[in-house]
């Protein structure tokens, strides 16, 4: 074999001293043909050549062993093994070596003619060459022992997960390397190709990785990946081998790119070994491509009539003699300790840690953001929201780690960049809590200093105010760029820097921040076909707006990050012609973790299926091109572990409490958490006041204002009707409005009169007079029996006072406010027909009358009926006016229908969930979080205890409370920036606030 051969077979990648074994095989192959010819002159025969060679024979063992130290080479009894095929035996030394430079392999000894000596023979492999077994049929068992010997060796030395395998075996159907089976669940081997078609499709996506290899990493500045290594730049791919146990029959096209793998894939980790059998001379032509010789190829020849002895290129003038073949306790230890330790690797992602930089807040958002969230095959993977990148799309099926990626966005965004320069809105559609970290809690006060909205089990309704919030800052931008005469925000921010400090404070910002720019904006939505889904007026909006954010967003420096576990089926999409290719094509950045074949398509593009082929939990592909195969790229993503936020967070606390004084927490929305009156803001700061009471019934699915009600104004009408069977609902939203209307009120200006017509609403009544009593507010309390009175003696003091022309006896001085509030009023409908008095007149007759003629005089009716007919049945034909406003709590949408003005009502039909609607305030009905009630605010009621307000010296987990920590106050419905922060649209003035009236 001459020297140039060698030097081709073997230059690809293996070591520079690796020459040195080189020049070993030259002087062993001269000295053997010194052996094979007559003795020279002079020479002492062949025992002593056999003596001359000894330091020779030394040299090429010691080098062998040096390239193949360790499991290259042990034999197959060695102590060595035994600590492999241990329980955690692989896993320590996978730990370190994490850069594992590839050698030899041994696979026999060479055998010296007439010394008695012989030298290993080590092959090399990875990063070397191919290497091709041809033996004839009789001694195929043979092959097939080395190929599963040296797969053995280099699964066992080689780092778990760093090889993969392709096995193609026509003849036995991978019973020859049957013992590698529990590697396929852990993705290193796949199922064993057995038909041509399924080889062709394997060659053309090696072919197609060495060729993104070549481009994406070698690039022309490198001839092979060891090369690139050596400079100092990381290596993340795999290496992949094609194991042939038989030659393929292929087509012209596919046989050339078998070829063509086989020449260029050894330089990008990819690499061939087949086993081939000799073409006999005398066979006939058959037109199909010859069995060898591969490209850099290292070729292993069955010789010899002993049947025993191989020949090998690297010394083909000496025999050899393979090793046998490893035990199948063996090859099963091994294969089952790797597929554990790679499983476990694949399923335990990288820390945050690695990927957070060393100072918060030093990143400049104008010209986009970055934030790395994993590591590919060039070490961080960066994802950017700019002009190139706006949007992003996530997908994944249920345990892929999208709500891992998620995480790991937010805490990586929110480390690079201060709250002057990004704003966040979280909103999660799924049951799941993952946000609720960024809100303060009762166990921890910790809030995410960047965040401003903050919804975990969110509603649909409360989605689209968000979005609508969003919509609405995007315009404000847009006014401001007019102005300032900017294109985009850089152009804005620049201008605003040359302004006077401040001058660009938008909505908190000031607040926030004590600085003047402009932040980005990223909303993050997780599940967000919800909101799309069905197709009613709430889905249409939310595409609406998604549409608007997504075609206008970059110039505004706002940016949308979506995810879900699918995206087929989407009625909101599906339904209006093209909008879903209106809003996804400006969505360049997309990431799809694994899913599947299908649901790749539609996430990525219709012919990229990238990630229908991964396997494990946080492996990830990250495309910015709208989803093109070309743009593919694999990472791992990292997760936000324990350690590392245990360190993060108070940080992230203590950077904020550095630069602003009076720090305001997100608002925060918990879909299933009830609506508390005692620590709602809107509540809290109420005062008396001359103006008109407000009457609150809850807390609105909205960004603003805090809580919702009705104005008891003199107007016509201006009454309460609480309708629906929900008792809970009903009852919270009775007690919150008497209460409310109580704090508006000075001492002795307000007489309610409570009546319990049921006798399951005695214990609510109860609850509330205490609660008035106890704030000096004077109440009467009845029962069924004293219905009748109570609604007769409220007609009369109508009557009286407006003989009196509305004032209280004296001339400018008003009746006090007066409350008929009746607890489940359709339950005394028998005691309000008797009759009232002397003629035909009954309680109904007067409870009309106070419904109709007391609001003028400072009368109110307060009721719950458990139906809108039965409301409507006591009010009687010509009185349904007479109820301006009312709440609806568990009634279908078409018995609304007519008491909303002929408008559809499509929510507040489940529990925790109401509808409002008041005539003279709102032109549509309202979703609202009704209040609770006082058993249910006092002893957590049939939720849980952490939707109490927080005790002494503690956060809230829900409801408003004021934190420990001395900021304004935050509520687990909806939250309110802190009235008296710069550019903050607080609540109305006292009197007035949360009104719908």
């Known amino acids: 074999m001459s020297g140039s051969r060698r030097a081709r077979a073997l230059a690809t990648a293996v070591q520079s001293s690796l020459a040195g074994a080189l020049a070993v095989a030259d002087r062993l192959d001269a000295q053997a043909e010194r052996l094979a010819g007559p003795p020279g002159p002079g020479a002492g025969g062949h025992d002593g050549v056999a003596t001359s060679l000894a330091p020779a024979f030394d040299e090429a063992t010691e080098l062998v062993y040096g390239q193949a130290p360790g499991l290259a080479s042990?034999?197959?009894?060695?102590?060595?093994?035994?600590?492999?095929?241990?329980?955690?035996?692989?896993?320590?030394?996978?730990?370190?070596?994490?850069?594992?430079?590839?050698?030899?392999?041994?696979?026999?000894?060479?055998?010296?003619?007439?010394?008695?000596?012989?030298?290993?023979?080590?092959?090399?492999?990875?990063?070397?060459?191919?290497?091709?077994?041809?033996?004839?049929?009789?001694?195929?068992?043979?092959?097939?022992?080395?190929?599963?010997?040296?797969?053995?060796?280099?699964?066992?030395?080689?780092?778990?997960?760093?090889?993969?395998?392709?096995?193609?075996?026509?003849?036995?159907?991978g019973a020859g390397l049957a013992g590698f089976a529990p590697l396929r669940a852990a993705g290193v081997i796949g199922p064993t190709l057995t038909a041509r078609t399924a080889l062709e499709t394997a060659v053309t996506e090696l072919s197609g990785h060495v060729g993104r290899i070549t481009v994406d990493r070698l690039g022309g500045s490198f001839a092979n990946l060891r090369e690139r290594e050596d400079a100092g730049l990381p290596r993340s791919e795999p290496w992949r081998l094609l194991v042939l146990l038989a030659w393929p029959s292929l087509p012209d096209e596919s046989a050339r790119a078998l070829l063509g793998l086989a020449a260029q894939g050894p330089s990008c980790g990819v690499h061939v070994l087949a086993v081939t059998e000799p073409e006999s001379p005398d066979a006939a032509p058959t037109g199909r491509a010859p069995s060898g010789p591969l490209p850099n190829e290292v070729a292993l020849s069955a010789a010899g009539p002993d049947g025993v002895s191989w020949r090998c290129s690297l010394a083909p003038s000496m025999d050899a003699v393979l090793d046998g073949p490893p035990p199948a306790d063996l090859v099963a230890g091994v294969a089952a300790t790797v597929a554990a330790v790679a499983s476990a690797a694949a399923a335990q992602a990288p820390g945050l840690g690695a990927l957070l930089p060393d100072g918060l807040w030093e990143q400049d958002s104008a010209a986009g953001l970055s934030v790395p969230v994993g590591f590919g095959p060039d070490g961080p993977c960066l994802l950017g929201f700019d002009d190139d990148t706006v949007h992003a799309l996530v997908g994944g099926q249920a345990g892929a780690g999208k709500s891992t990626l998620l995480l790991t966005m937010i805490y990586g965004l929110a480390a690079r960049y201060g709250p002057d320069q990004l704003r966040l809105h979280l909103l999660d559609f799924k049951e799941g809590l993952e946000f609720a970290q960024f809100g303060p809690s009762e166990r921890d006060g910790f809030f995410l200093p960047h965040a401003e909205t903050v919804g975990m089990d969110s509603d649909r309704e409360f989605g689209v105010a968000v979005l609508r919030h969003v919509r609405a800052e995007m315009s404000r931008r847009a006014v401001a760029m007019r102005a300032a005469g900017a294109r985009d925000l850089r152009g804005l921010r620049a201008a605003v820097g040359a302004g006077p400090a401040g001058s660009g404070d938008g909505p908190r910002e000031g607040a926030r921040s004590g600085r003047g720019a402009w932040p980005r904006i990223l909303v993050v939505v997780d599940e967000f076909q919800v909101m799309l889904t069905p197709l009613d007026p709430v889905a249409r909006e939310a595409v609406g707006h998604l549409e608007a954010i997504a075609r206008q967003g970059r110039a505004y420096g706002i940016h949308l990050l979506l995810a879900s576990q699918t995206l087929s089926g989407i009625d909101a999409l599906d339904a209006t012609a093209g909008k879903r290719g209106s809003i996804f094509g400006q969505f360049a950045l997309r990431v799809a973790l694994r899913t599947s074949i299908s649901e790749s398509r539609v996430l990525l593009s219709t012919n990229n299926e990238a990630a229908g082929a991964l396997s494990g939990v946080g492996q990830a592909v990250v495309n910015r091109r709208n989803g093109h195969p070309a743009g593919n790229e694999l990472i791992r993503v990292a997760r936000p572990d324990p350690e590392t936020l245990a360190t993060l967070r108070p940080r992230l606390a203590k950077a904020l409490a550095a630069t602003v004084d009076e720090p305001s927490p997100p608002r925060v929305f918990v879909g299933h958490a009830p609506a508390l009156l005692d620590t709602n803001p809107a509540f809290t700061e109420l005062r008396p006041a001359g103006a008109d009471p407000v009457a609150f019934v809850g807390a609105p699915l909205d960004l603003a204002p805090p809580a919702v009600g009705v104005t008891l104004s003199a107007q016509p009408g201006r009454n309460l009707a609480v309708l629906g069977p929900l008792r809970r609902e009903a009852v919270g939203v009775l007690q919150a409005a008497v209460r409310s209307v109580a704090a508006q009120c000075p001492p002795g200006g307000l007489r309610v009169d409570l009546v319990a017509a049921g006798p399951a609403e005695r214990g609510a009544v109860d609850d509330l007079a205490a609660a008035l009593r106890a704030a000096g507010t004077a109440v009467t309390v009845s029962g069924l029996t004293g219905l009748a009175g109570v609604v007769t003696e409220t007609a009369a003091e109508v009557g009286r006072r407006e003989e009196d022309g509305g004032h209280g006896g004296a001339p400018g001085t008003a009746f006090p406010l007066r409350l008929l509030v009746l607890f489940a009023a359709d339950a005394g409908r028998a005691a309000l027909e008797a009759p009232s008095g002397s003629g035909r007149r009954t309680g109904l007759d007067d409870l009309r009358q106070a419904t109709r003629r007391g609001p003028a005089v400072r009368v109110h009716v307060l009721g719950w009926w458990r139906s809108p007919s039965r409301l409507l049945d006591d009010l009687g034909p010509g009185h349904r006016d007479d109820f301006a406003a009312w709440v609806a709590a568990g009634v279908p949408g078409t018995e609304l229908f007519a008491l909303a003005g002929h408008r559809t009502v499509a929510a507040g039909t489940t529990t925790n969930r109401a509808v409002l609607f008041d005539r003279h305030a709102h032109g549509e009905p309202r979703t609202v979080v009704p209040f609770a009630p006082l058993d249910v605010a006092r002893?957590?009621?049939?939720?849980?205890?952490?939707?109490?307000?927080?005790?002494?010296?503690?956060?809230?987990?829900?409801?408003?409370?004021?934190?420990?920590?001395?900021?304004?106050?935050?509520?687990?419905?909806?939250?309110?920036?802190?009235?008296?922060?710069?550019?903050?649209?607080?609540?109305p003035e006292p009197g007035r606030r949360g009104t719908s009236g």
Do not use: C, I
């Not at 041994?106 to 023979?121: I, T």
């Not at 420990?964 to 106050?969: C, F, Q, R, S």
């Open 939 to 987: 002893d957590g009621g049939p939720l849980s205890g952490a939707h109490r307000p927080a005790s002494q010296g503690g956060t809230p987990g829900a409801g408003w409370d004021e934190p420990a920590w001395g900021g304004p106050a935050r509520r687990a419905v909806t939250g309110w920036p802190a009235t008296g922060q710069p550019g903050a649209a607080g609540p």
């Open 74 to 173: 042990a034999g197959w009894g060695a102590p060595a093994w035994s600590a492999v095929t241990a329980p955690a035996g692989v896993s320590a030394g996978a730990a370190a070596r994490e850069r594992f430079r590839p050698g030899l392999w041994r696979v026999g000894r060479v055998l010296v003619p007439g010394s008695g000596r012989a030298v290993p023979l080590a092959l090399p492999l990875l990063d070397g060459g191919n290497l091709r077994v041809s033996a004839p049929r009789e001694r195929r068992a043979e092959a097939v022992d080395l190929v599963r010997g040296l797969l053995t060796r280099v699964l066992a030395a080689v780092p778990p997960g760093r090889v993969e395998l392709t096995v193609y075996d026509p003849f036995e159907l």
